[in-house]
């Protein structure tokens, strides 16, 4: 059975861990290819900080909150083994906070030791009158990639670097399954009216004395949009903004400059921080994830498809 | 014009706070600050400096609850402030555990460091060891950044550091109006009290950026603290142990029992070795005493005996040591203020 992935993100790299994970012995012989243009350190994952926190509320959508859970406890599973460091996975703690109470989040229960703050965490935030505290993880993406891409293809898994303009392309060379993990981009695959590019830029600086993530939230905005401070292994990840329908990932100085301000405000010892590079990426942002199978006909012959964008 | 002169003896981390607390507060006093040894060479330079305390038996709980509290909230407020990179002073979250449940569950510091509750079920898997926990975030304050940010502020209000050993009180009574003795281990010479005693310390300095939190064995003896640029990990609790130098059986053990606790450690490089000599007595003494020096009579104040709670209890005990100093200067002769 040949199987090709097309993505080379995080989602196609685990998707072919999966696979063959689950099939290898299953359903042999099996051929796992990954076609990409965009390998590790280009790909939208490597410049994520890495932080594993879903959407606040799944507003409905369980399987999503279920994906997120068993991602988590997967991850959280990988700490105790030798391979973790080169995973590039470990635990941090860190705050969410709010100008007003809300609701607990899909999330509680999956992250460790999730609490309301107190009094004097909340006086340590002016501006901020509620929020959480909890331990959650990290998966800084250009450690995890290069581990994902050494992990398989020590198990023979073929990697292409190449842009597939269409499904066609790849059923014609005899591709039995194709796996569209092509994230933001999808559209130029098949358009799908729901997928938008949710753009994000980022302040990358040197900070080691910051051991905390701390994410703002504001209720007129999206996610994200509202000052955040994750820091990583090396460098601590400053954001944000989270411009839906844009699709530059250039790097623009008025970005920087909100960000910026609003993280020192948030952090009064960034300013000591030495800014070492700027980044900007579009997250795939779509109403819901989209995981389903599709057989699409091409003349005579049927390609079978599983999107996971 | 500064008209009494008060000198303190040793500049670690007690010292130098005692320094800056009076000298900040009593314009009128000129300070000096006398030591053997300065950072990096001081006992308060090697210690990982995580805000955490034990009990003193024989001291009043108000007391102690009071030198915590103070201690942390002064270092609180900086770690929250734009100076906190400067100052080597950071906010650290982390877990104590234990392997059997302990006698006090709610130990006095736990309502002073932030947010204390017991680790659940799921936190304390990753220990197998360890059957109880307790989760907190406190702070961990870096001497050898801290130390040298101390005495910016000790001499922009006028006061001198000296590098100079001083081998009795005597040489002193001349000088000075009011001496101020934070030496210590120094003081079992200095003052001849036999009731400090070593205990031994062994850490090394590892490279783990990846971890941000603290791990601490309730036995005291084995803990894992990441710092702003490497992860402080140890130790040895050796009593009456004056070896200062580096025991490769302690490194081995360190090792061992580290990994145990964090698997990643195993992958860490190890980045430097360092013993220290806690300065240790069964209550650490803060009082003053009146003393007759080459024909004088001239108040101490002690401040000494802090044993492993030095950084915890740095800022508390040197206010409290200021108020000793403030009641000497009430009680001194017209002339000497003059």
């Not at chain 1, 243009?37 to 279920?66: M, V």
């Not at chain 2, 906190?84 to 555990?97: E, R, T």
């Not at chain 2, 492993?308 to 403030?326: E, H, K, N, Q």
């Amino acid at each position: 059975m040949r199987v090709a992935v097309i993505g080379a993100g995080v989602i196609g790299l685990s998707t072919a861990q999966s696979i063959y994970q689950q099939y290898h012995s299953i359903a042999s012989p099996l051929t796992i290819e990954v076609y990409a243009d965009r390998f590790t350190p280009l790909t939208t994952s490597d410049g994520a900080a890495g932080f594993w926190q879903p959407y606040l509320y799944d507003n409905g959508k369980i399987q999503e909150t279920k994906w997120n859970k068993e991602t988590f406890d997967y991850l959280l599973s990988c700490l105790s083994s030798p391979e973790s460091v080169k995973m590039g996975v470990f635990l941090q703690s860190g705050y969410n906070l709010f100008t007003e109470p809300v609701p607990d989040p899909s999330f509680k229960d999956t992250v460790l030791g999730f609490r309301q703050l107190t009094e004097r965490e909340l006086q340590m935030f002016p501006g901020y009158n509620y929020g959480w505290f909890n331990t959650a993880l990290m998966v800084e993406g250009k450690t995890y990639l290069p581990w994902l891409m050494d992990w398989l293809q020590k198990r023979g898994v073929k990697f292409y670097q190449r842009k597939i303009d269409s499904f066609k392309e790849l059923a014609e060379t005899g591709a039995d399954l194709i796996i569209n993990c092509t994230g933001v981009r999808s559209g130029e695959l098949q358009p799908d009216l729901e997928l938008k590019p949710g753009r994000g830029q980022i302040v990358k600086v040197d900070a080691p004395w910051l051991k905390h993530w701390i994410l703002t939230h504001d209720r007129y905005t999206e996610s994200y949009n509202s000052p955040y401070i994750i820091p990583g292994s090396r460098l601590v990840t400053v954001g944000g903004v989270f411009q839906v329908g844009n699709w530059s990932e250039q790097c623009n100085s008025t970005d920087h400059k909100k960000i910026w301000e609003n993280a020192c405000e948030l952090e009064p010892s960034l300013k000591h921080a030495r800014i070492v590079e700027d980044w900007a990426g579009l997250r795939p942002v779509r109403s819901k994830v989209r995981l389903e199978r599709e057989t699409i006909q091409c003349g005579p012959t049927a390609i079978e498809v599983i999107h996971n964008s | 014009m500064k008209s009494v002169r008060v000198v303190v003896v040793g500049a670690g981390v007690i010292g130098f706070s005692t320094a800056v607390c009076i000298a900040e507060a009593l314009p009128f006093c000129s300070v000096t600050l006398l030591a053997e040894k300065l950072s990096p060479d001081t006992t308060s330079d090697g210690a990982a400096g995580i805000l955490f305390a034990a009990q003193f038996p024989d001291i009043p709980l108000d007391r102690q609850r009071r030198w915590f509290k103070d201690s942390f909230d002064h270092l609180l407020a900086i770690a929250q402030s734009s100076h906190s990179p400067d100052a080597g002073v950071m906010l650290s979250s982390g877990c104590q555990i234990f392997k059997e449940v302990p006698a006090t569950k709610k130990p006095f510091w736990s309502e002073f460091v932030i947010g204390f509750r017991l680790m659940t079920d799921r936190e304390l898997k990753r220990f197998p060891d360890h059957k109880y926990g307790q989760a907190f975030t406190t702070i961990k304050c870096e001497c050898s950044t801290y130390l040298p940010w101390l005495e910016k502020r000790f001499r922009k209000t006028g006061g001198q550091v000296e590098q100079r050993k001083v081998n009795s009180l005597q040489e002193l009574s001349n000088g000075y109006d009011i001496i101020v003795n934070c030496s210590g281990l120094g003081s079992i010479t200095l003052v001849g009290d036999t009731e400090v005693y070593p205990v031994r310390g062994q850490v090394l300095k590892v490279e783990a950026p990846w971890l941000q939190h603290f791990i601490r064995d309730g036995d005291g003896t084995t803990y894992i603290y990441p710092g702003i640029h490497s992860v402080t990990i140890g130790g040895t609790k050796q009593e009456g142990d004056w070896r200062l130098q580096v025991d490769d059986g302690d490194t081995k053990s360190i090792l061992e029992r580290c990994s145990r606790l964090e698997p990643s450690i195993g992958k860490a490089k190890v980045a430097s070795e360092w013993v220290g000599l806690r300065p240790s007595r069964r209550n650490l003494r803060l009082e003053r005493e009146m003393m007759q020096l080459q024909g004088r009579r001239v108040p101490v104040v002690h401040n000494y005996g802090h044993g492993a709670w030095g950084v915890t209890l740095s800022w508390g005990t040197a206010l409290d040591a200021l108020g000793l100093v403030r009641q000497c200067l009430h009680e001194m002769p017209l002339r000497a203020k003059l």
